[in-house]
């Protein structure tokens, strides 16, 4: 049954939250899913800071309801991930297929304004990904409804545009990055070059996950440490070398220390910033396991980030279920089967 909340989101109907999807998701595609992304960061970082503030006249919101500015315009129709970023990586799709770029997976690129029809492309996913987001919140879907989403929406550009879900797998199977290593001329091409060796990632993993942990603690905030990290990545844009992509480690970090801090690490900060490192550690795990499966063989961006983030928010809605946990940003396995 479809929750009054699908309504309180905005609805599949409202022609204004319809008409601004399109344009966000023209605009992903226009200044490419990476800036897009970017300005996600900036926007969740304004709206946090107001709320944390407090701000006269603005108040914080939960990605479950619609109030708030991190919320519609860092999270809405016009720079939510699931519109701008995925309607810029649909379009970088489609201009590989057409011949308009070489490499399918280039999330700097931007269209501009030359091409109408990538534009198209880009505002077509953008509705797409608010009407999923839209029926994701009305079923109460127990994890991040953006970023399922953005790796659905990645999924469905593929058949769409004629690509394979997984790709052509070369050496000993989906986990070998040894053709890559080898510079062999079929090799995949891995998402990042200077974050795929395991120790390396769990590092990142755990430094991240504090990080993400520590700011929630500080500012009550489980958003703000995400639009640090996808802010971050304007260095990436602009070319710094190993530049690590971390907001699916750093959100993670944050809501697994919210949930720690209400449930079995309630009153022992440091234990609950131990599950954050931890929940830190597993988003960057999971994401390069999609790195390794959906993205290195494919030839299109299908997001590793996006995949770890909904993963580790159903572990977080599962240790809710079980009581370990006594707290969660998005609904509960009880709510969805309700």
Not at 137 to 158: M, Q
Not at 161 to 177: A, K, P, R, W
Not at 253 to 264: H, K, L, V
Not at 306 to 329: K, R, Y
Request: proline share 4%; net charge negative; hydrophobic share 50%.
């Amino acid at each position: 049954m479809v929750s009054p909340t699908l309504l309180q989101f905005g609805g599949l109907t409202d022609p204004t939250l319809l008409l601004t999807a399109i344009a966000g998701g023209a605009f992903g595609a226009a200044i490419g899913a990476l800036p897009a992304f970017i300005f996600t960061g900036f926007m969740v970082i304004a709206g946090e800071a107001v709320r944390v503030l407090g701000i006269d006249g603005v108040e914080g919101a939960s990605v479950t309801n619609a109030g708030g500015f991190t919320n519609v315009i860092g999270f809405g129709p016009l720079f939510g991930p699931h519109v701008a970023f995925a309607g810029g990586a649909a379009a970088a799709a489609y201009a590989a297929k057409q011949g308009y770029i070489d490499d399918g997976k280039n999330i700097l690129w931007a269209a501009g304004t030359q091409k109408i029809d990538v534009l198209g492309i880009g505002a077509l996913f953008g509705l797409f990904g608010h009407a999923l987001v839209t029926i994701l919140v009305g079923i109460e879907w127990p994890t991040d409804p953006i970023a399922t989403t953005v790796f659905l929406s990645a999924v469905v550009h593929r058949v769409a545009f004629g690509y394979s879900i997984i790709g052509e797998i070369t050496g000993d199977g989906l986990f070998d990055v040894g053709p890559w290593e080898r510079d062999e001329d079929d090799a995949p091409g891995i998402w990042l070059p200077w974050q795929y060796k395991w120790s390396g990632v769990v590092a990142i993993g755990l430094i991240g996950g504090l990080f993400g942990g520590y700011t929630f603690q500080a500012t009550e905030s489980v958003f703000i440490s995400f639009g640090i990290a996808a802010a971050s990545l304007v260095f990436l844009q602009c070319g710094t070398d190993n530049i690590p992509v971390t907001h699916h480690i750093m959100f993670p970090g944050a809501f697994g220390t919210m949930g720690a801090s209400a449930g079995i690490a309630s009153g022992s900060p440091a234990l609950a910033l131990i599950f954050g490192g931890l929940w830190g550690a597993g988003g960057a795990l999971l994401g390069e396991v999609c790195n390794r499966v959906f993205y290195m063989h494919g030839k299109t961006h299908v997001d590793p980030p996006a995949f770890a983030i909904a993963l580790m928010g159903i572990l977080a809605a599962a240790m809710t279920a079980i009581g370990v946990f006594d707290a969660n940003i998005w609904f509960t396995f009880e709510t969805f089967l309700g």
